[in-house]
């Protein structure tokens, strides 16, 4: 097992290739030193290493001042999630350093919420997204989608963005659900007089990869107009490092051996309705 040693100057490698975006980043800290992106889902395998080595030569960097590598574990590209986490075991046991895998969804939530602060800094501002639920999407096909819920709270991270918490885990779903339980919460927190309720969601932002489920999300703001809100984003890896880096301050600790790619599957009840949807589909051919 690699040397599950203290870290000093908190300098952090982060990785992820969970989505079509290639990324990686260099952190001393919470602050970003450099940040590589690359849109080749094919050439993951080929580019990831590369991408690495350049980015700590140009930092000056060497493997034996890297304190902690981080790496999103998905869920995913199966193919995609497997590379970053191979690459990031690899390097960590050569270097002789820890390793943590932290969730590419909430990654990505932040990397939403953070392109909507810069954007759209008048709805972000202050308390501007408290209560407001926060859906990262990754296409899985079909109709499907990665996801989890998150919410934003009245916190901030050091870039003033608002703090989000998780509420669901990680999995894969039905937009076609996930549409629904979206309506139902927004409609249940409107009272009879049209008055929103207390602890109500105010808005529900659907970040990330976001143009396949497009129709329907317009269907969503055709009934409830600025309380849905879409935006497109890319994962940046840097979220990927502070999360790492985060669960390593808050004690964890994990084997570099056991960490492995969540391959999340539908829940039974879905994978059932899918079934249905394509069988009626292959109905009315």
């Not at 290739?17 to 050439?43: K, Y």
């Not at 039974?268 to 009626?280: F, G, P, R, S």
């Amino acid at each position: 097992m690699a040397e599950q040693q203290g870290i000093h100057n908190e300098q952090v490698l982060a990785l992820d290739t969970a989505t079509a975006m290639m990324t990686g980043a260099l952190l001393r800290q919470e602050q970003v030193v450099c940040e590589h992106e690359s849109q080749a889902e094919r050439n993951h395998s080929i580019m990831l290493v590369p991408a690495i080595q350049s980015m700590m030569k140009e930092q000056g960097w060497t493997g034996s001042e890297v304190d902690l590598v981080t790496v999103g574990v998905g869920p995913g590209s199966y193919t995609g999630v497997r590379i970053a986490v191979t690459a990031a075991k690899t390097m960590a046991w050569a270097w002789r350093k820890p390793v943590i895998g932290v969730s590419s969804l909430h990654a990505l939530a932040l990397s939403g919420v953070e392109l909507c602060c810069e954007e759209r800094p008048l709805q972000c501002a202050g308390q501007g997204m408290t209560g407001d639920w926060i859906f990262p999407l990754m296409d899985a096909r079909r109709g499907q989608v990665y996801t989890a819920r998150f919410a934003a709270r009245d916190m901030a991270t050091e870039d003033g963005c608002p703090y989000v918490q998780r509420e669901q885990e990680d999995g894969i779903r039905l937009f076609s659900q996930l549409a629904e339980e979206t309506e139902q919460a927004l409609r249940e927190s409107v009272g009879e007089q049209g008055t929103k309720l207390a602890h109500s969601v105010k808005r529900v932002w659907f970040v990330g990869e976001v143009d396949p489920q497009r129709e329907a999300i317009k269907a969503l703001q055709a009934q409830f107009g600025e309380r849905i809100q879409a935006v497109s984003c890319t994962m940046k890896s840097h979220w990927i490092g502070r999360l790492g880096l985060q669960a390593w301050r808050s004690g964890e600790r994990t084997d570099t051996h056991r960490i492995e790619p969540n391959y999340t599957q539908l829940a039974e009840a879905e994978a059932k309705l899918l079934a249905k949807e394509q069988a009626a589909a292959r109905a009315n051919k």
